[in-house]
């Protein structure tokens, strides 16, 4: 239930800030993420984030043609700045780049969660940018979740420093 309804959600969707990313209802956010998305194989995989047996997060990847985008909830405010976030987005990416047939990593947050794209940022992403960057099209313009959405890219050839 957390995941759909905690004391971070304001800070990721809904009004005021959010407007335009409504908060799913628990029921909406079941449907989409579904008991398929915990199997140990397929193109969608959610991860749970466990620190001292407690859940305090997911991870989540879904390929498409060798390109995995991925996402990160941290279920609670209590559980920010300990970089639990970027140390899991590592991790999955780690499993990604060993098991994967994946070519670049991207993650979409919007511009409005500076605490987010921070945290991407330290896993090793950085600001698309197209002169130095080559990647689909679909990754910059389709199913983006924010009107303000920034396209942040990792490629897997490429060490996390």
Known sequence: ?????SDATPEMLGPPTFPDAPVPTYEEFCDDYNDEAFLDHGDFRLFLIVVDQEEIGAVSYFIRNQVAELDLWIASKHNWNKGYGSSALITAIGKLKREEKVDILIIRPSARNKRAVAAYQKAGFEHY????????????T??????DAVVL???V???IS
């Open 157 to 159: 050839n490429v060490p």
């Open 142 to 147: 389709e199913n983006l979740d924010y009107e």
């Open 153 to 155: 890219v990792q490629f």
């Open 1 to 5: 239930r957390w995941l759909a309804c």
């Open 129 to 140: 940018n197209s002169d130095k960057h080559d990647i689909p099209q679909w990754c910059l």
